[in-house]
C-alpha cells in the first residue's frame, strides 16, 4: 500500500508557520550556494522544484551541509510548540518532503506483523541529520511520532536506567521485526487473537468434505480440536518433564494461561538466562491414531450421513530414530482432520483420504527436509487405523463382511448357512492368518482363489506404506460389544435357535433388570431397558450389560451350560484389559485366544452361526497392543454430540450440519 502523508493542514497553525519558515530558509541557501551533492540526488527528480527554484548541484558540500545541519536543530519554544501528543521533535523541510505518517506505525498490532513500515521522513533525510542530537531529544521525538503509550516509554526509561548499556549501533537491527525477533519465543502475546478460520469445503461426490489439517491439530491450531484448551491437559506431564517434545504453538497455549510466569519468562530472556543454544538434530516424533466411522444424526432414511476423519496423538519420542524416551498418552483429546458430509460413504475415496495421506508422507521422517517448502517443527506417523468391519472394507478397498473371502485377518472361505438363509459363516479358528506383504496378491488369480480384493480398486493407504493387514485394528467395541455380544443378546429376546428365551423368562429377566435401575447406581450415565428392545440399546448400555448384568440377570435362568458359555465373552474382556490402560500382560492375551477360539467353535456346535463379527472376536488378542479399552471411543463420544447437538463443535466456532 502507498504510503498515507499527513497533510500540511493537520499540523498546529504554529508549527505550520515554523517549518514553512524554516523550507525558505533552505531555498533561499540553495538557491544561492546550491544544493549538497547528497541531497540533490533526492530533489533532482523532483523537476518542476527544481525549474522553479532554479536549483543546481553545489560543487563543495561542506559549508552548505554544515548550515543544513543548523537548520535542523530547532530552538526550544514551549509558546511555538504545540502539545507533546501531537508536535514531532525533528522538523523535515517541506521542500524536501512533506512530513509523512504511515499509518500502519501508529497501529502496534500491525506492525508486529508486518514488521516494516515505510518510515520515508527518516529513510530519505538520513544524508543531511547531521547533529548529533541527545537520547532524550530521540526518545521524545520516537514518543510522539510513534504514539506511544506513556506506560510503555516509562518501562523503556527505568530499563535504561537500570542496565546503563553502552551504545553500539552498529549492533542494531534495521527493522522492527528483526529487533523483537530473537528466538521464537519473544513474540508479544495477543489476549485478542481470534480462532482460526474454517477452511472451504471441496465437492467430492453427491458430498462436501472439509479438511482441517493433520499438521494444525498436532500444532494446536486446528479449528478442528473438540475441546478447546482442555486439550491442554494432555500435554502437561510432558511439559513438565519435556517441553522440548511439544510443539512451539502448544508450549504458548500452556505458558499464557500464568501471566507471572509469562512475566519472569520475559525478564530470563532480556537476561539472556538459559540462553544456550539447543542443537536441532532430530525433530520430535508423534504416533497418531486414525478413527474413521460413519454416523447419521438424523433419523430419516433418505437423511444425509457424516463421516469424519478423527485423530489421536497416541505417544510422543524425542525423535523418530530411537523409542528411547517415548511418553505414551493415555488420557487424550481427539481432533478432527476432516469429514465427509453427504448420502452414503463418499464414492471418491481418493478424494476423501488423499488430503490425510499427503499430509502424513509430508510429516514422515522418511520425506527429505530439503524437499519441503515449508520448514517442519516436528514428525508424525500412522500407528493404526480404527473403524468396524464396514468401514475398514470399504478403507482397504477389500471384500466386504457378507462376502466369502470376507475376514481381513485369515484365509478361509466362507459357508452358507444351512438354514436356508443368506447368512455367511466361519467355524474354521485355525485358518493361515494373513501377512502386510502380501496384502496385494490376496486376489483370484492362477495360484489361488481368495477373492478378498479388487486389484483394480486399490486403497489409498498402500501410498503410505501403511500395514495394510496389520494396521488395522479390529476394535473391541464395534467387534465384541456390538457385535458377537449384541447378537447373542437378540438372540436371546426374539431369534428362535439362537438361545430365544421363554415368555416367561423374558419377563424375570426384565423384573431383574428393573431391580438395578431402581438403584440408581451413579456410576452409570445410562440404565438397561428391557431385553426386548436390545435391538436399541447404545453402545454404553450393551457394555454395561456385559460387564455388570450379565451374570446377575442370566443366573438361574439359563442353564448353567449357556451362562457360561456368554460368560466367556466377559472373562474374554476383563483378561484384554477392559477399561485398563495399562499394557496387558502376554500370558493373558494367549489365555484369551483360548477362551475366544473356544466360544467361537461351541457357538457352531450349538447350531447358531458363527457370522462374521463372531468369528473376528477370535482375531482380536492380536490387536489388543493398539486397542486398549473401548476401542473407537473418539468416533464414539462425536457422534453422540452428533445426535445430541445436530451439530460438529469446532474450537470457538460452531456450524450445523444441515439434512
Known amino acids: 500500500m502507498p504510503t498515507q502523508k499527513r497533510p500540511l493542514k493537520d499540523l498546529g497553525p504554529k508549527y505550520q508557520s515554523k517549518i514553512k519558515r524554516k523550507a525558505n530558509e533552505f531555498m533561499t541557501l540553495w538557491e544561492s550556494k546550491g544544493v549538497p551533492t547528497e541531497n540533490w540526488n533526492v530533489i533532482k527528480n523532483c523537476k518542476d ?27 526550544e519554544d514551549e509558546n511555538e510548540v504545540e502539545s507533546h501528543q501531537n508536535t514531532p521533535i525533528l522538523d523535515w523541510p517541506d521542500s524536501i518532503s512533506e512530513p509523512t505518517i504511515d499509518d500502519d506505525v501508529q497501529d502496534s498490532e500491525t506492525d508486529s506483523e508486518t514488521g516494516e513500515n515505510d518510515l520515508s521522513p527518516i529513510n530519505d533525510t538520513q544524508s543531511y541529520r547531521k547533529p548529533n542530537l541527545p537520547l532524550l531529544t530521540l526518545l521524545q521525538h520516537f514518543a510522539v511520532y510513534t504514539n506511544q503509550n ?14 546503563e548499556p553502552e551504545a553500539n549501533y552498529s549492533t542494531l537491527t534495521n527493522t522492527g521485526k528483526e529487533l523483537v525477533k530473537i528466538d521464537g519465543f519473544d513474540w508479544p502475546l495477543n489476549d485478542q487473537q481470534s480462532s482460526p478460520k474454517l477452511p472451504p469445503a471441496s465437492s467430492l461426490g453427491n458430498g462436501k468434505y472439509l479438511h482441517f489439517g493433520l499438521e494444525n491439530a498436532l500444532s494446536g491450531e486446528s ?30 497455549r500452556i505458558e499464557a494461561f500464568d501471566k507471572d510466569f ?16 539447543v542443537l536441532e538434530c532430530y525433530l520430535p516424533h508423534y504416533e497418531v491414531d486414525v478413527f474413521i466411522d460413519e454416523t447419521k444424526p438424523f433419523r430419516a432414511k433418505d437423511s444425509a450421513s457424516v463421516t469424519p476423519i478423527l485423530g489421536r496423538i497416541h505417544s510422543i519420542r524425542p525423535n523418530s530414530q530411537s523409542d528411547e524416551g517415548t511418553r505414551e498418552l493415555h488420557e487424550t483429546s481427539p481432533f478432527i482432520i476432516g469429514f465427509y458430509c453427504g448420502k452414503g460413504k463418499p ?20 520425506t527429505d527436509e530439503s524437499s519441503l517448502a515449508n520448514k517442519r517443527h516436528f514428525t508424525a506417523s500412522l500407528r493404526c487405523v480404527i473403524a468396524d468391519s464396514p468401514m475398514r472394507s470399504y478403507l482397504k478397498q477389500s471384500k466386504g463382511h457378507s ?76 467387534t465384541m460389544i456390538d457385535g458377537a455380544f449384541g447378537r447373542r443378546l437378540i438372540g436371546f429376546a426374539s431369534v428362535p435357535g439362537e438361545g430365544k428365551l421363554s415368555k416367561t423368562q423374558l419377563a424375570e429377566v426384565n423384573t431383574r433388570i428393573a431391580v438395578f435401575k431402581s438403584w440408581k447406581v451413579n456410576d452409570f450415565d445410562r440404565y438397561v431397558e428391557n431385553l ?46 477392559s477399561f485398563e490402560s495399562k499394557p496387558v500382560h502376554n500370558s493373558d492375551i494367549i489365555e484369551a485366544q483360548k477362551i475366544l477360539n473356544m466360544y467361537a467353535v461351541e457357538l457352531s456346535e ?54
Open 347 to 366: 464414492s471418491d475415496i481418493d478424494g476423501f483420504l488423499n488430503p490425510t495421506i499427503d499430509e502424513f508422507i509430508r510429516l514422515s521422517p522418511d
Open 223 to 252: 479449528p478442528g480440536i473438540v475441546h478447546r484448551d482442555a486439550d491442554l491437559f494432555q500435554f502437561v506431564n510432558v511439559y513438565v518433564d519435556e517441553p522440548n517434545l511439544l510443539p512451539k504453538a502448544i508450549v504458548k
Open 532 to 577: 426386548n428392545g436390545c435391538g436399541n440399546y447404545k453402545m454404553h448400555v450393551k457394555r454395561q450389560f456385559l460387564y455388570y448384568h450379565l451374570y446377575p440377570d442370566f443366573e438361574g435362568i439359563l442353564p448353567d451350560i449357556d451362562l457360561n458359555h456368554i460368560m466367556m465373552l466377559q472373562f474374554s474382556m476383563l483378561l484384554l484389559g
Open 606 to 659: 450349538r447350531d447358531i452361526p458363527c457370522r462374521f463379527v463372531s468369528h473376528q472376536i477370535t482375531h482380536m488378542p492380536q490387536d489388543v497392543a493398539k486397542s486398549l479399552r473401548s476401542g473407537n471411543l473418539p468416533t464414539e463420544q462425536l457422534r453422540n454430540r452428533l445426535v445430541g447437538k445436530k451439530e460438529i463443535p469446532a474450537s470457538n466456532n460452531r456450524f450445523g450440519c444441515h439434512n
Open 403 to 478: 462376502g466369502y473371502w470376507a475376514c481381513d485377518r485369515c484365509i478361509q472361505n466362507g459357508e452358507i448357512c444351512g438354514d436356508g438363509s443368506r447368512v455367511i459363516v466361519m467355524r474354521n479358528v485355525n485358518a493361515p492368518l494373513r501377512n502386510d506383504a502380501d496384502f496385494l496378491s490376496y486376489h483370484v488369480n492362477d495360484f489361488s482363489n481368495d477373492d478378498h480384493l479388487d486389484p483394480n480398486h486399490i486403497s489409498p493407504f498402500v501410498r503410505l506404506n501403511h500395514p495394510m493387514v496389520t494396521g488395522f485394528v479390529i476394535d473391541p467395541m464395534h
Open 262 to 277: 509469562t512475566a519472569t519468562l520475559a525478564l530470563k530472556r532480556l537476561w539472556k538466562v538459559n540462553q544456550e543454544k
Open 150 to 163: 506513556h506506560s510503555d516509554m516509562t518501562y523503556l526509561l527505568m530499563l535504561l536506567k537500570l542496565y
Open 49 to 75: 522544484l527544481v525549474k522553479k527554484y532554479g536549483l543546481y548541484e553545489a560543487t563543495s558540500d561542506r559549508n552548505a551541509t554544515q548550515s543544513a545541519a543548523e537548520l535542523l536543530t530547532l530552538p
